[in-house]
């Protein structure tokens, strides 16, 4: 008999469940568990192939009769911004960012609560603890950051809401600092670029866009280190929510096992 390899991953098939992008449909996922020792060099080639990470799992899409979910990358040394992303670009030049390894707390789960609950409040991720927001943001076994993005100054609420930095005597900000944290984004480093993996932000500081401004501001990053592509995960044709990952190009569309450059029109 030949001894099994311990270092050659295993996948593993989920069972069929609602489709969370596209209604009437089911999803499957193939995933395997990274391997510790091994993991860095592991993640960059399932990368290339369409996985993902969520904490020390990699996976992709797999399901029967779809293929709907595309992976999508952005092309670093040829991107240029539009005349709607040089507005966002301009308008939070007063932001600060610091980049710092993945280390949680209460602060940062306070301004996930209320982004959760405001734009994703029947999702999976509104009842997370904040012992699993640690384990979503510090569970990692490959090469992760933290991006925060903070005002220089407490800003006046940009309507009669206040921001989140401004709700500390609600109940889910208890004992939680007054802060200026308004976005947060979790990120892999790869060898050939940034994995984004997970952001949020205050959602009562919409005219900032923050979410479109925290990808250009990973792009403007990865310039910087000379690397090529800003991952962005899986884009859904058909599902408005995913929509906003296509409006940064020129990208490449990862089809049939081939990454296809797409530009203004191919769409």
Same mark, same amino acid.
């Given at each position: 008999?030949?001894?099994?390899?311990?270092?050659?991953?295993?996948?593993?098939?989920?069972?069929?469940?609602?489709?969370?992008?596209?209604?009437?449909?089911?999803?499957?996922?193939?995933?395997?568990?990274?391997?510790?020792?091994?993991?860095?060099? +592991?993640?960059?080639?399932?990368?290339?192939? @369409?996985?993902?990470?969520? +904490?020390?799992?990699?996976?992709?899409?797999?399901?029967?009769?779809?293929?709907?979910?595309?992976?999508?990358?952005?092309?670093?040394?040829?991107?240029?911004?539009? &005349?709607?992303? &040089?507005?966002?670009?301009?308008?939070?030049?007063? #932001?600060?960012?610091?980049?710092?390894?993945?280390?949680?707390?209460?602060?940062?789960? *306070?301004?996930?609560?209320?982004?959760?609950?405001?734009?994703?409040?029947?999702?999976?991720?509104?009842?997370?603890?904040?012992?699993?927001?640690?384990?979503?943001?510090?569970?990692?076994?490959?090469?992760?950051?933290?991006?925060?993005?903070?005002?220089?100054?407490?800003?006046?609420?940009?309507?009669?809401? *206040?921001?989140?930095?401004?709700?500390?005597?609600?109940?889910?900000? +208890?004992?939680?600092?007054?802060?200026?944290?308004?976005?947060?984004?979790?990120?892999?480093?790869?060898?050939? @670029?940034?994995?984004?993996?997970?952001?949020?932000?205050?959602?009562?500081?919409?005219?900032?866009?923050?979410?479109?401004?925290?990808?250009?501001?990973?792009?403007?990053?990865?310039?910087? #280190?000379?690397?090529?592509?800003?991952?962005?995960?899986?884009?859904?044709? @058909?599902?408005?929510?995913?929509?906003?990952?296509?409006?940064?190009?020129? +990208?490449?569309?990862?089809?049939?096992?081939?990454?296809?450059?797409?530009? &203004? @029109?191919?769409?």
């Amino acid at each position: 008999m030949t001894e099994q390899r311990k270092d050659f991953p295993e996948f593993y098939l989920t069972r069929p469940q609602p489709c969370p992008y596209l209604p009437d449909r089911q999803e499957r996922k193939l995933f395997t568990h990274l391997i510790a020792d091994k993991s860095q060099a +592991q993640f960059d080639f399932l990368h290339s192939d @369409g996985f993902r990470r969520s +904490q020390t799992i990699a996976y992709r899409p797999h399901c029967e009769n779809c293929a709907a979910c595309i992976s999508v990358r952005i092309r670093v040394e040829d991107f240029s911004l539009t &005349k709607s992303q &040089k507005r966002v670009w301009r308008s939070n030049q007063d #932001l600060i960012s610091t980049r710092s390894d993945t280390n949680s707390g209460a602060e940062q789960y *306070a301004l996930f609560k209320a982004y959760v609950e405001t734009r994703h409040g029947d999702g999976g991720m509104a009842d997370m603890s904040l012992f699993d927001y640690q384990a979503m943001i510090e569970d990692s076994v490959v090469d992760s950051f933290l991006t925060e993005y903070r005002l220089p100054y407490r800003e006046p609420a940009t309507s009669s809401r *206040a921001s989140v930095a401004d709700r500390s005597d609600q109940p889910m900000f +208890q004992n939680v600092r007054r802060t200026n944290l308004i976005g947060v984004s979790l990120c892999d480093r790869l060898s050939d @670029g940034i994995s984004l993996v997970y952001s949020f932000f205050d959602p009562l500081l919409e005219p900032r866009s923050m979410g479109t401004y925290m990808i250009l501001e990973t792009i403007d990053y990865a310039r910087a #280190l000379e690397l090529p592509y800003v991952y962005l995960g899986y884009w859904v044709k @058909g599902s408005p929510k995913m929509d906003y990952k296509v409006r940064f190009l020129p +990208q490449d569309h990862l089809m049939h096992g081939e990454w296809v450059r797409v530009d &203004k @029109g191919d769409i």
